[in-house]
């Protein structure tokens, strides 16, 4: 901004999102400016030369409303869609959202991605995030998770594919777990998996890699990825 000042927004009363109990857990923004923010209430919208707010929640027996409310984590793909990764229960839903029309697209775990039940496994209940999503090229959603590997599920061919950890197959994933995951500009993949160790997926090949000049420290865990 040509002002260069921060403008706090929240507080009470909260301009983003009228509820008090709600917690922001991420953000977007689309090609008009408006702000898409992830909460445990709904997914909220706010314009800033507006100033005008909005807050978008699952309504029973409207599929076009997002499938439950309590939204953790928002991106937005090359498309200006978002997509939304919500926490329902134990399970994990995923909803293709349209942020110009308000309304969802697809749910993405109710049609051909059917993520298993024990996705999430109960005796990793104390971390906060189980499951991280990261937008790709060529309408590639990828998909880490705990226990059971790596997916990819493209929106245009609807096609999914589950890479796992193969004892026998050294250009497997090398952990059963992939916590983070994201792509770069070459389409290729960096991942943190389950001992805080790096993979990397050339994506000419097929192939898995882990990077051996990255050695984190047991005395600390990475929480993220870009």
Same mark, same amino acid.
């Given at each position: ?5 921060? @403008? ?11 509820? =008090? ?11 008009s400016g408006t702000l898409w ?5 709904? !997914? ?6 507006? @100033? ?8 029973? =027996? ?22 939304? !990764? ?24 109710? =049609?051909?991605? @059917? ?10 209940s104390l971390k906060p995030l ?45 952990? @059963? ?50």
């Amino acid at each position: 901004p040509a002002t260069e000042e921060f @403008k706090l927004y929240g507080g009470q009363p909260n301009p983003i999102n009228s509820d =008090g109990n709600s917690e922001y857990q991420g953000i977007a923004s689309d090609s008009s400016g408006t702000l898409w923010i992830a909460t445990t209430t709904g !997914l909220s919208s706010y314009n800033p030369k507006t @100033k005008k707010p909005q807050l978008y929640t699952h309504i029973t =027996g409207d599929k076009t409303t997002i499938i439950c409310s309590n939204v953790i984590q928002i991106e937005k793909d090359n498309n200006g869609k978002l997509w939304l !990764l919500m926490k329902r229960n134990n399970n994990y839903e995923i909803d293709y959202f349209d942020p110009y029309k308000g309304k969802v697209i697809e749910h993405i775990t109710k =049609g051909p991605l @059917k993520l298993p039940s024990d996705l999430i496994p109960a005796d990793v209940s104390l971390k906060p995030l189980h499951c991280h999503t990261n937008i790709g090229r060529n309408g590639n959603l990828w998909i880490g998770s705990v226990h059971n590997g790596l997916y990819k599920y493209n929106i245009y061919t609807k096609k999914v594919v589950h890479f796992v950890h193969e004892t026998a197959n050294p250009y497997s994933l090398s952990n @059963k777990g992939a916590y983070y995951v994201t792509e770069d500009h070459s389409g290729n993949l960096w991942i943190i998996n389950n001992d805080n160790k790096l993979d990397y997926y050339d994506s000419s090949t097929g192939k898995f890699y882990q990077v051996p000049s990255f050695r984190n420290s047991n005395d600390y865990s990475v929480s993220q990825i870009f």
